[in-house]
């Protein structure tokens, strides 16, 4: 999605470029603060809307451009956070981050040169630890203020004095709102790095599922492992969490029984080897994991239509 011009403002203005050019990384910061693309790409075009609401004059009065927009996005996200939490109260069964599939996998027709070209807006969002399932997860226990403040300085490395004018704290203040939200990280245990061999685990996770091979699943499962599905209300989908590798692996042949015609296609998800379901080449779910030990400990499966259609509209391409 490109930014719109604002009505009668000439395109060629001094510093447009450079304002435009703001948007990946503004849309980056938002969907680590929000968690769901959508949220994001609306956040980040209120932030330009109140760019253009500006006068000439008014916007020349600015030093930094790209710093007043990303505290401008930063602080839209806040307010965004907090009424987040009131709605995911009243969410049906459990809501999960939204999940990004690779870059290189949002195929938009070919580049002169013969290669792929990734589309927007999973171009702009760079995939690296800290998009990955289980570390998003992670910044959903915390309070907004503490993510706010955790991203922007842990993530993406702004001072303290910096955040402190975003979030509207002390510098001190937001060094103890990042020490806690460190302290959730190392609690939840998240892996510092991509774990090894995930690939052919989630692999043969796959054959087993295929095979209707329910030893298999058990045995490829950490004994404590969890899986969580959202669907949103809008389809059907386990409103707890499934606790024990025998009750996920039974639940997963229950839907397979169910399931004829579904395809299970190997995807990157938010930077790790993830699985998508397909049915008559429509995405229907998209199932992210987590390793331990070389088992699979979690699974998040995602099945909200509403919160998968940026994978329908990739599948259509």
């Given at each position: 999605?490109?930014?719109?011009?604002?009505?009668?403002?000439?395109?060629?203005?001094?510093?447009?470029?450079?304002?435009?050019?703001?948007?990946?990384?503004?849309?980056?910061?938002?969907?680590?603060?929000?968690?769901?693309?959508?949220?994001?790409?609306?956040?980040?075009?209120?932030?330009?809307?109140?760019?253009?609401?500006?006068?000439?004059?008014?916007?020349?009065?600015?030093?930094?451009?790209?710093?007043?927009?990303?505290?401008?996005?930063?602080?839209?996200?806040?307010?965004?956070?907090?009424?987040?939490?009131?709605r995911r109260e009243r969410y049906v069964g459990e809501w999960i981050p939204e999940p990004l599939p690779d870059r290189t996998e949002w195929i938009?027709?070919?580049?002169?040169?013969?290669?792929?070209?990734?589309?927007?807006?999973?171009?702009?969002?760079?995939?690296?630890?800290?998009?990955?399932?289980?570390?998003?997860?992670?910044?959903?226990?915390?309070?907004?203020?503490?993510?706010?403040?955790?991203?922007?300085?842990?993530?993406?490395?702004?001072?303290?004095?910096?955040?402190?004018?975003?979030?509207?704290?002390?510098?001190?203040?937001?060094?103890?709102?990042?020490?806690?939200?460190?302290?959730?990280?190392?609690?939840?245990?998240?892996?510092?790095?991509?774990?090894?061999?995930?690939?052919?685990?989630?692999?043969?996770?796959?054959?087993?599922?295929?095979?209707?091979?329910?030893?298999?699943?058990?045995?490829?499962?950490?004994?404590?492992?969890?899986?969580?599905?959202?669907?949103?209300?809008?389809?059907?989908?386990?409103?707890?969490?499934?606790?024990?590798?025998?009750?996920?692996?039974?639940?997963?042949?229950?839907?397979?029984?169910?399931?004829?015609?579904?395809?299970?296609?190997?995807?990157?998800?938010?930077?790790?080897?993830?699985?998508?379901?397909?049915?008559?080449?429509?995405?229907?779910?998209?199932?992210?994991?987590?390793?331990?030990?070389?088992?699979?400990?979690?699974?998040?499966?995602?099945?909200?239509?509403?919160?998968?259609?940026?994978?329908?509209?990739?599948?259509?391409?």
């Amino acid at each position: 999605m490109s930014t719109p011009a604002e009505p009668g403002r000439d395109r060629s203005e001094p510093g447009l470029s450079a304002i435009v050019g703001e948007r990946r990384q503004l849309t980056n910061v938002a969907y680590r603060l929000l968690g769901s693309l959508a949220e994001a790409e609306d956040a980040v075009q209120e932030t330009y809307a109140r760019w253009y609401a500006m006068s000439r004059p008014q916007q020349e009065a600015i030093e930094s451009p790209g710093a007043w927009l990303t505290t401008v996005a930063s602080r839209i996200c806040l307010d965004l956070l907090g009424s987040a939490r009131a709605r995911r109260e009243r969410y049906v069964g459990e809501w999960i981050p939204e999940p990004l599939p690779d870059r290189t996998e949002w195929i938009s027709g070919s580049a002169g040169d013969g290669r792929a070209e990734p589309a927007d807006p999973a171009d702009r969002v760079a995939l690296d630890e800290s998009v990955n399932m289980a570390f998003l997860v992670v910044l959903e226990s915390m309070t907004p203020a503490e993510r706010v403040v955790f991203i922007l300085h842990d993530v993406f490395r702004y001072p303290f004095a910096e955040v402190a004018e975003i979030v509207g704290r002390t510098s001190a203040a937001c060094r103890q709102l990042a020490s806690s939200a460190r302290r959730r990280i190392r609690a939840a245990r998240v892996p510092a790095a991509p774990t090894a061999g995930q690939a052919g685990l989630v692999r043969r996770f796959k054959e087993a599922w295929e095979a209707r091979d329910i030893k298999a699943l058990v045995d490829l499962l950490d004994p404590d492992a969890t899986m969580i599905a959202d669907g949103g209300g809008l389809v059907g989908a386990a409103l707890r969490p499934v606790e024990g590798s025998e009750r996920i692996a039974q639940y997963l042949m229950q839907i397979a029984g169910i399931a004829p015609g579904v395809t299970l296609l190997e995807r990157t998800v938010n930077g790790r080897p993830g699985l998508v379901a397909q049915h008559a080449g429509v995405t229907v779910t998209v199932a992210a994991f987590a390793l331990t030990s070389g088992r699979i400990t979690r699974i998040w499966a995602i099945r909200n239509p509403e919160r998968l259609r940026p994978w329908t509209e990739q599948g259509q391409s």
